[in-house]
DNA sequence: CCTAAGTAGTTGCTAGTGGAAACAACATCA
DNA sequence: TGATGTTGTTTCCACTAGCAACTACTTAGG
């Protein structure tokens, strides 16, 4: 009753596209949805996989990546949207796992690079391949080939107007 | 090149599908980029535009579909898949801000229902216009019918997968 | 050279989150 | 009636993340 009540207000209240609308709104809760029940999913396969959480991969992955495995502090805070002082906490956690050393930036004396320690790597090879085995497991199969390059396509459109709002564009 | 590494290892030790799997998860990662920054623009409007924060969100469309408007403590916190202590805590909040009252569950003694008020209906009917209105000029133009159609498909197909394996299949 | 201004990174403080476990009030069943 | 289970709250704890203050360094301008 209260759901009538609602899609009858946006039917009545919404000017611009009279029916397709609501049901295209439809298609992003579904992946609001499919989005939570998946990353909880991979919380849970690392953390029995590997006891790390999901939280250090972004870090790990852009280490990894980068010239040398190493960045410097402000570049990886950049890199994963974060201040500096969480991206300074985080790296202490890293360090204390052993997974990450701070060394001098070279030229410039205040600088200071993160870099992957020899099990820093492996550990971030191991994560990945969790990571990347609970998308083969739980996404993958769901979807076909063209249906992917759909969603791939779609998605990026949206992350592009998104990111533009946020002011910054890329 | 060490992302070519990656997709190598992909390669050899997955042994089911040999190519489009990489591929496919691709657009995993697009969806992820596209709900994390909608999300954020999500928030963005609903504090300018309102204040509330979009946690929020869910409890109050919960009691606000529900009968009377109101629903027991542990149903409510069910529904949002939360713990009991978390919930006491929300409904705390938004009691604080006049959107919810507690009364008591008429036949059990122990029970107690939150109840939207008057402020809490208009604060919900508020909050959903601007997250429909985000969802309205971020997502549905970048997508025709067709092409919302593939992403519910997928993403429910999905969010199914994940569920059963969390224990709760629905 | 020396001072002023700016930048890189860290730290203290604060507010907030959320789970586990203990708890009080009540229900149910023997 | 007592034993057991349930409901919701509370206490305690660990963790998160931003802001602002701070140190150490660099760079620009006199």
Redesign the interface.
Known sequence: ???SD?SR??AT??P??PR??N??????Y?????????T??ME?RLDAATGMPLGWYDVLVNL??APGHALRMSELADAVLMSRSWLTRRVDQLERAGLVERCSAGDDGRGVRARLTREGKRAYLKL??VH??A??S??????T?A?????????????A???R??GRPE
Chains 1, 2 share one sequence.
């Open positions: 009753m209260s759901d609602h207000r946006s209240l919404v611009m596209p397709p609308t049901e295209r709104r439809q298609a992003w579904a992946a609001v949805r499919a989005h939570g029940a998946l909880e999913v849970q990894y990546l990945e391949r990347s085995s998308i083969d739980h996404f993958v199969p769901c979807a080939p249906e992917a390059e759909v969603i791939e396509r779609v998605m990026n459109r949206v992350a107007i998104a990111r709002e946020l």
